[in-house]
């Protein structure tokens, strides 16, 4: 089994990040799965502000085009907490797509009554909310809360021992208390936070489960390309994942010029 998990985090400037973010993955995965951890040229810079992420989606779609050509993947991984591409890939992808939101929320679901959700600041905030509501899931997000890093790349500092990290964790935990006290009865955070609260062997705060998300992540992966497997099903073509019709994609092909598109 071949994994593309794609991150929105640079490949230079938050090299210390993905390396964390792949040895949890590659721990995580079965014998013969292999997980190919990958980041973006140049990397979220401000995602919590909506242009900013619409530029940076364009690329995971782009990788998405190029693993849809070589026909070498099992699933293609979205571990970016912001669904980045979401319903583009479903669109034009036929082995499974994977969101780190959708099997983060929905498990912490499984697991207690109402979660809460660690975010990097305020901004962030608001979109996390619409994200989980569009679930269905209003009745059960307990709280978003948020720490003060708004410089993303200072996050690549958090592994290792470092006044970041110490700050960072100080910071998480009192975020967590918040999202404790208004009901959050299972907890899970965004971004590189989860890959550092992970590395530090955290899975819990004052009792309440922290999720290790992308250690899930692989694991929800690998069911579901299993399932694909033995189903030969892995999205609905009905509705909201209707795939566009060969010849849309041959036209759309030519006009934009986009190669891995012009076979179809």
């Known amino acids: 089994m071949r994994i593309w998990y794609q991150l929105l985090s640079s490949e230079t400037g938050m090299n210390n990040s993905i390396a964390a973010t792949q040895a949890i993955a590659s721990k995580a995965a079965a014998p013969g799965t292999i997980v190919e951890v990958r980041g973006t040229t140049n990397g979220a810079l401000g995602d919590n502000y909506r242009l ?154 004052d009792g309440v489960p922290l999720l290790d998300c992308y250690s899930l992540l692989v694991k929800v992966t690998e069911a579901m390309v299993a399932m694909h497997k033995i189903t030969g099903v892995c999205v609905s073509r009905k509705g909201l994942y209707q795939s566009p019709p060969k010849e849309l994609i041959m036209k759309a092909a030519e006009i934009h010029g986009i190669e891995e598109l012009k076979k179809g």
Request: net charge neutral.
């Open 52 to 205: 900013f992420w619409h530029l940076d989606t364009r690329e995971v779609i782009a990788n998405a085009l190029k693993v849809r050509q070589s026909g070498k993947y099992d699933a293609f991984v979205i571990a970016n907490s912001l669904d980045p591409g979401l319903v583009e890939l479903r669109e034009m992808l036929d082995i499974p797509v994977v969101s780190f939101m959708e099997v983060c929320c929905f498990t912490a679901c499984m697991m207690g009554e109402r979660f809460g959700i660690l975010v990097s600041n305020e901004k962030f905030a608001p979109r996390y909310r619409e994200i989980a509501i569009g679930y269905g899931l209003r009745d059960r997000l307990a709280a978003v809360e948020a720490t003060r890093f708004n410089n993303i790349r200072e996050m690549n500092n958090l592994f290792g021992a470092t006044d970041s990290a110490e700050r960072m964790l100080a910071e998480l935990s009192d975020a967590a208390r918040r999202a404790i006290a208004k009901g959050a009865d299972v907890l899970f955070a965004s971004g590189p936070k989860a890959a550092f609260l992970a590395s530090r062997g955290i899975y819990e705060i």
